[in-house]
């Protein structure tokens, strides 16, 4: 199967995932620069689950351009991903709602949790699908930073209810981590 209609639909979903998220952004009432304060929580909470959102969308570029086709089962483990990542607006939303409180926090957390899982299944589905010889298995490697990565959410989900600072700090530095560029996949395909 072609992957050409993955890559768009993907795209697609990712893009009203970021629509959606602008959309929760309201604009403060008054023009002072304290008027800004109320929304302070937004605009973090917003930052954070664009980066994700785009470390995503750059991720899974990457992770198809080194694909050379699809199938059904890659479908399903793509559609898993998307909704994941579609819960991260309601979740974002949650979080700001609450000041960062431990419950939204550790929900947030969760879905980045599940969306870590979801990558890894949808890389796993790839990976049998092209074989332990082709460019993409030479690409991926052993892929620590995707297991630190889903390490970093279980912990911080545990922490929310202890120290939500802490558990905040987590989804941070996991961000921090993936903006750090990994030239793998293009080495390997310039190769």
């Known amino acids: 199967m072609n992957k050409s209609r993955l890559e768009a639909f993907s795209d697609g979903v990712l893009a009203v995932i970021i629509t959606i998220m602008v ?3 309201k604009p403060p009432h008054g023009s002072s620069v304290q008027a800004l304060r109320p929304v302070v929580p937004l605009f973090l909470s917003y930052t954070l689950s ?3 959102i785009a470390i995503y969308w750059n991720n899974h570029h990457h992770l198809l351009h080194a694909t050379q086709r699809v199938n059904g089962v890659t479908l399903w483990a793509n559609l898993h991903l ?3 990542l579609s819960m991260v607006p309601f979740t974002t939303a949650w979080m700001d709602e609450n000041h960062f409180q ?3 926090l550790a929900v947030y957390g969760m879905v980045l949790l599940m969306a870590g899982v979801a990558y890894f299944i949808l890389t796993q589905c790839l990976l049998r699908l092209h074989g332990p010889d082709s460019t993409l298995a030479a690409s991926i490697g052993s ?3 995707g297991k630190v990565s889903v ?3 279980a912990v911080a989900i545990p922490l929310a209810f202890i120290k939500p600072w802490i ?3 987590f989804y941070v530095l996991v961000a921090v981590m993936w ?3 990994d030239r793998r996949i293009e080495k390997n395909i310039a190769h």
């Open 143 to 145: 892929d620590r930073k």
């Open 179 to 181: 903006l750090i560029p």
């Open 50 to 52: 664009f980066v994700y």
């Open 102 to 104: 431990a419950w939204p």
């Open 23 to 25: 959309l929760e952004m």
């Open 82 to 84: 998307l909704f994941w």
């Open 151 to 153: 390490l970093g959410y």
């Open 167 to 169: 558990a905040g700090a």
